[in-house]
């Protein structure tokens, strides 16, 4: 599909060549198989290392590669595009922890934390969803009390991708107390490592879609976590979260345009070759007016998704552009992803074709790092800030 609208650096074509490669060699004849065992191979998280796509966004001197944010969602395009259970774990680990012990982190917690994340040596992973705190992720309830020289927290972390096997995670606990709640303002984030006493892993979810990235429930009893893995203010580690969350939503409608774009792709071929009424069915109106509301989506979804990251590199606020940016791209996987199971009819119901894990992998994405429903209560706040 054209990104004639978009015009990429030479090194932005480059990094999207070996994107795509990339995921046609080491995930795209896997990818039916961990979708079915319910598990990605661990070992493709250091093949995306050795490119450096572990640390697109952080710079050389913390052993990053240093890239702009519309080179490192090229990248993340194609990746989805290859499996989008991958491409997760790329976007959590780039968008979100890392890029909060960047901007808000200590030296030391960037020697020992920001740099092996760069190297793609340590996984991130984000906690700030409780079982009772989703969209009202300011109500969570995981307790951090300071005990001499450590915290102590107390509570369950949900919906954790990578949570199984990350090596660093980046989870909010309160840091007021229950006589003196201060809601947003009574947040810290701590830099969580598995190995800590009192870290236990829960349970694994079964998912609809993006089978293959594990989705797990995080168990803090008595964890005991030294003072100096609090990850700046000890009372904003909310406000730190959602200001990641601006990052990581460009993430994900840059995975909900790679799989729409996909499902796209597939229905486009499907549709030149599959003969019925003794003529391919890209002949009839009913089809081509598919294809071309898909195309239109698309394309117009990776335009504003660009717009957004260009508005980001330019040091503007996206708060309003980010949650755009997601509505529509992930409203726009899951709409494209239908029409291209409806283009394959019967054939796009079974795990024959691809089409089916698409449809069911876009889904997610108009969930996770805000539903469609926070998106548009985020849009509508801006448009009220802003008169
Ligand atoms: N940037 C900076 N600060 C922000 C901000 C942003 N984008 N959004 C809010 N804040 C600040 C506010 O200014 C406010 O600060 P003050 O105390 O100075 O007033 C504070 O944060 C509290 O904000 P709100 O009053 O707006 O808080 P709220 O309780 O009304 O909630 C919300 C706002 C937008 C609904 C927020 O709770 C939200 O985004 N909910 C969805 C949570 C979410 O996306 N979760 C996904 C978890 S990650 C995941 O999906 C798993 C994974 O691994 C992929």
Redesign the pocket.
């Known amino acids: 599909m054209s990104w004639a609208l978009i015009p990429l650096t030479e090194e932005q074509r480059e990094i999207q060549r070996t994107a795509r490669e990339f995921g046609k060699a080491e995930i795209t004849p896997h990818v039916d198989a961990w979708d079915r065992a319910e598990a990605y191979d661990v070992g493709i998280v250091g093949k995306l290392a050795e490119l450096g796509f572990l640390g697109m966004l952080i710079p050389e001197e913390y052993d990053g590669l240093g890239l702009d944010t519309a080179t490192y969602l090229v990248a993340l395009e194609e990746i989805s595009a290859a499996d989008a259970s991958v491409a ?1 774990l790329m976007s ?1 680990h780039n968008s979100l922890p890392t890029q909060m012990i960047l901007r808000y982190g200590s030296d030391a917690q960037k020697e020992r934390f920001l740099k092996p994340m760069a190297r793609g040596e340590l996984l991130g ?2 906690a ?2 409780e079982p009772e705190a989703g ?4 109500s969570l309830r995981t307790q951090a009390v300071r005990d001499g020289d450590h915290w102590v927290l107390n509570g369950t972390k949900a ?3 990578s949570g199984s096997h990350a090596g660093v995670i980046l989870a909010m606990a309160r840091t007021d107390t229950p006589g003196d709640r201060k809601g ?2 009574g947040i810290g984030t701590f830099i969580v490592t598995p190995d800590l006493p009192g870290f236990n892993v829960g349970k694994k979810e079964a998912k609809l879609g993006l089978r293959a990235s594990p989705t797990v429930q995080l168990h803090f009893e008595n964890l005991r976590v030294p003072a100096e893995n609090l990850l700046g203010d000890p009372h904003m580690g ?2 730190y979260a ?2 990641s ?2 990052n990581g939503r460009l993430g994900i409608a840059a995975q909900a345009v790679g799989i729409a774009r996909s499902a796209l792709e597939h229905a486009t071929r499907y549709a030149g070759e599959r003969r019925q009424f003794a003529r391919p069915i890209k002949e009839f109106q009913a089809i081509q007016f598919k294809l071309a509301d898909m195309a239109t989506r698309v394309t117009a979804s990776r335009a504003l998704l660009y717009a957004a990251a260009a508005a980001k590199d330019r040091g503007e606020p996206i ?1 309003q552009f980010s949650s755009m940016s997601k509505l529509l791209a992930s409203e726009t996987a899951v709409w494209v992803t239908t029409q291209a199971v409806q283009i394959f009819g019967g054939y796009g119901y079974v795990k024959e074709y691809p089409v089916e894990r698409l449809f069911r992998d876009a889904k997610v994405t108009e969930l ?3 539903t469609s429903e ?1 998106q548009r ?2 849009i509508a706040r801006e448009l009220y800030a802003q008169s």
Not at 135 to 138: E, T, V, W
């Open positions: 997760v959590v992973a984000f700030l969803s969209s009202d992720a300011a919906w954790v991708t947003a303002r909310f406000i959602m200001q969350l601006d708060t996770y790092e805000g926070i209560i985020v």
